[in-house]
């Protein structure tokens, strides 16, 4: 996944203005116009960076006059005591931009290391790890950038990308057979149909109505193993539900193509990183 400019300046505007208003009462009291600092982004974690240009971005809004040199890059690993940045600019933007700019960065690395731990797990196997739409509201390009970044991939991006039959839709429209017979009546010849199924027979009947891909949901890795089985390769099956550290490599070595993790963008934890400045 790419990420486009007006993408990340979007996002970083919106914060900055949530974060500043009209005025850093402490700062632009404190600080004279003209000062000028240096700083350091240091790791104080072990993972994968990710975000690191975004966050620099921060300063350039805020300073024309900005100048970095990144050490570390996306997709890169760090360790603690790294030194992912250097930079260099107007005393008041590097405090004003400090907060925005680290939540980004420690946000998105979070993400990009959390996938790649889950992506190590399940080295050898077939299955692939994807992310979810559950996603913080605007922040989805970046977050769904970052996962890209940690070793997965990314499932739809939003509705408009798939359609996907979930049981809340089956109990509105009725069965599966039905309702897949309708979307592939409408739908153009780019978009694909996801059934989610919870059994057997559910599966069964997804695969007789054509679905291309079918959601194995909260199954045990006893029946997933069946459902590969039942399903010899006519649709890509992905596991969904209840899936963590500990459970994630015996699902993949079910036999899936895609396991779905929604935890690696609503629950991540953030990376630790640290600005340290210092006076020119």
């Known amino acids: 996944m790419k990420l486009m400019q007006f993408q990340t300046d979007d996002i970083i505007k919106t914060a900055l203005n949530e974060d500043i208003n009209y005025i850093d009462v402490t700062t632009d009291l404190l600080v004279d116009e003209d000062s000028v600092s240096a700083a350091r982004y240091v790791s104080k ?15 350039e809004l805020l300073d024309p006059d900005f100048e970095c040199e990144i050490l570390i890059h996306d997709g890169e ?12 600019g107007k005393t008041r933007a590097l405090l004003k931009g400090e907060r925005t700019a680290l939540n980004i960065v420690q946000h998105m690395s979070g993400i990009a290391t959390a996938t790649n731990r889950l992506v190590s797990l399940t080295e050898g196997t077939n299955a692939c ?12 390009a970046i977050q769904k950038y970052a996962v890209t970044v940690g070793g997965g991939k990314n499932h739809r991006y ?3 990308d798939c359609a996907m039959l979930k049981d809340t839709h089956l109990d ?29 027979e559910e599966l069964k009947e997804a695969l007789d109505a054509g679905a291309d891909i079918v ?12 459902a590969v089985k039942l399903a010899e390769g006519r649709a890509v099956l992905e596991a969904s539900g209840n899936v963590n550290e500990d459970t994630v490599r015996a699902i993949a070595e079910t036999g899936v193509d895609i ?6 963008t609503h629950s991540v934890k953030a990376f630790d990183i640290s600005m340290k400045t210092s006076k020119i």
């Open 45 to 59: 974690d072990e993972g994968v960076l990710c975000g690191i240009d975004i966050a620099m971005r921060v300063f």
């Open 77 to 88: 690993r760090v360790k603690k005591g790294d030194i992912i940045a250097t930079l260099k």
């Open 129 to 140: 790890i994807a992310d979810t739409r559950k996603t913080l509201p605007g922040l989805r």
């Open 158 to 160: 939003n509705l408009s």
């Open 172 to 200: 509105a429209y009725g069965s599966i057979t039905k309702a897949v017979g309708v979307l592939r009546s409408k739908l153009g010849h780019t978009v694909k149909i996801e059934v989610e199924v919870g059994s057997l």
């Open 215 to 226: 959601m194995l949901d909260n199954m045990s890795c006893e029946l997933m193993a069946q």
């Open 259 to 264: 396991i779905s993790v929604g935890a690696v």
